[in-house]
């Protein structure tokens, strides 16, 4: 309900978004290990993608005509697989295994483990490289599923990015669709003064808000969108999904916050791979309405 | 005697004509690698990547998850060194159906130097779990192993050299991952060598025989997988064996009998290659004179350690 009382178009979304970001933080606190910034602020990307966005069949993860995901920023993993269970691709239970022997929840996803997963990732610059060859393998097969790639604006550094972005280009694959969870923030934070520890979560301005030219000046299209707005979100990526095979790929620039959703890693790098303690968790759990049985309220 | 290179172009091009899921992914060497061949033949089948190899190997690793089998056209430096992460995450790692074709392996680069000759690509490519390294000796292994590679579902690095090879085989060779094929029999000691080098092994023995030393020539195309106990079947009684490559000394065909006698039969290995140091440009004379690696200095460094050490060769 929203505070005029009139039910949010996204509640549900919102609610899966909750649930996703309190899996994050218990799931990251269970195995002692894990990011937490960025599956914070991919999430409502993550859900809107899996519950509105891709077309896809849970019981039967290897549909040849599927729409394609790729995490490129494979540090984000629970994000995803926090999404990926409740959408039905394993029980939520199953996140107790992360980060754990013999799990299908490697701490970077690995595709020869977990069905669903349409690429490994982990390798930071890779993911865009490899949504090109299943876009440009749709193209030649004549299949007619978009591929979609999420990538960091921080990854956006990798020098591989830019080859991707530039065959991506050439080929014109209007089947592919990049979006960037820019969040502004990485694992080090910013020089914020002279003194060696003046480090910190200043996010503006930053190199990475070019973007918009580089994409742009290398043939994309490029939309903006708030990152944390359903309705943004998904007309961003229907309207990118509509582009016809011959055009030109199209990148969802999703501004961010990362650690969005609690207010005590909001916008704070520290919390790039940070284990909450058992106080920050519970206090996660109170702030994102999760009832004592792990469910939303 | 014609270069593996061109072999390799010319066998895929003829493969293509029966088979369309062949891709050719190219970094704007075609010329050079022969891929050129399978351009003219099959246009659109061949996907020029530009000069960018590492979004070249992840294109291919996403082509491969499509059913098809992309073949990837550059210098091996290139793949084995610029693209290496690239091989190890999206390729090796979830075993796709990518097939490495490394033009300009080894030594003999035509007077490139040490950017573009790749002389520790079977050290690193052999540590890379799930990868299949093959080193084929003349056109004929070079032939088979391109029409293999291409039928077998997993990742497989070819290493393919710029210069004429003669040939060792005739036409009736079946390729078979990991045998290995003993090319002449001698009891004083045995030569391994792998690749074009074989040749040269084999012209070593001859002159060896002149001089009344009894030498083995043992071809080992297929560094991964590799049959062990063929190899130390081979050994045998043999006091001596030698290891001779177009590579480092550390890691690649030395490396692997190393590791094969050390455990099985040890014996006393020496390791003939580049002794940890970078190439040149220079003439192939030059090269193979500079690291041992000629008919004459195979034969001279087989001499002397035989000599060195006289009761070894009644062990």
Known sequence: MTSEGVTSPHAELEARARLGRWLVMSTVAGSGAGHVGGPLSAMDLLVALYFRVLDVRVEEPAWADRDRFILSKGHSAIGLYAVMAQRGYFPIAELATFDKGDSRLQGHPDMTRLPGLDASTGSLGQGLAVGVGIALGARLRGRDFRTYVMLGDGECQEGMVWESVQVAARYRLGNLIAIVDHNGLQQYGWPLGDEPDARGDRSEPFPGDTLRGIFDGFGWRVLEVDGHDFEAIISACADAGEAAAGSRPTVILARTIKGRGLSFTEGRHAWHARVPTADELEAARLELGIDASGQPE | ?315
């Open chain 2, 1 to 315: 005697m014609r270069p593996l290179r061109e072999t390799w172009g010319e066998t895929l091009a003829e493969l293509g004509e029966t088979n369309p899921d062949i891709l050719v992914l190219d970094g704007d060497l075609a010329t050079s690698t022969k891929a050129d061949i399978f351009a003219r033949r099959h246009p659109e089948r061949f996907l020029e990547m530009g000069i960018a190899e590492q979004n070249m190997v992840g294109v291919a690793a996403g082509l491969a998850t499509m059913g098809y089998i992309p073949w990837l056209s550059s210098f091996a430096v290139f793949l084995t060194h610029r693209a290496l992460d690239q091989v190890r995450l999206v390729v090796a790692q979830p075993h796709a159906n990518v097939k490495i074709g490394a033009g300009y392996g080894g030594l003999l680069t035509g007077l490139t130097g040490k950017t573009h000759q790749d002389v520790q690509d079977l050290a690193i490519m052999r540590a890379m779990p799930g990868m299949t390294v093959l080193a084929p000796g003349d056109e004929i292994e070079c032939a088979a192993m391109t029409r293999w590679a291409t039928e077998f579902d997993g990742p497989v690095y070819l290493r393919l050299t710029r210069d004429p090879a003669p040939v060792l085989f005739d036409v009736a060779y079946r390729f078979e991952p990991g045998r290995v094929h003993q090319l002449r029999d001698g009891s004083d000691v045995l030569l391994i060598s792998t690749g074009p080098q074989t040749s040269r092994c084999l012209a070593a023995a001859v002159l060896l025989e002149a001089t009344g030393v009894s030498a083995g020539v043992l071809h080992v195309p297929s560094i991964k997988p590799v049959d062990a106990h063929a190899i130390v079947a081979a050994v045998g009684r043999s006091s001596l064996v030698v290891s001779v490559e177009e590579h480092s000394v550390i890691g690649g065909l030395g490396g692997l009998i190393a590791e094969i006698l050390t455990t099985h039969l040890p014996r006393h290995l020496v390791r003939i290659g580049l002794e940890d140091c970078w190439g040149e440009s220079a003439p192939n004379d030059f090269l193979l004179e500079k690291h041992g690696l000629t008919a004459a200095r195979v034969a001279d460094r087989v001499r002397l350690e035989l000599q060195d050490t006289p009761t070894r060769r009644k062990a």
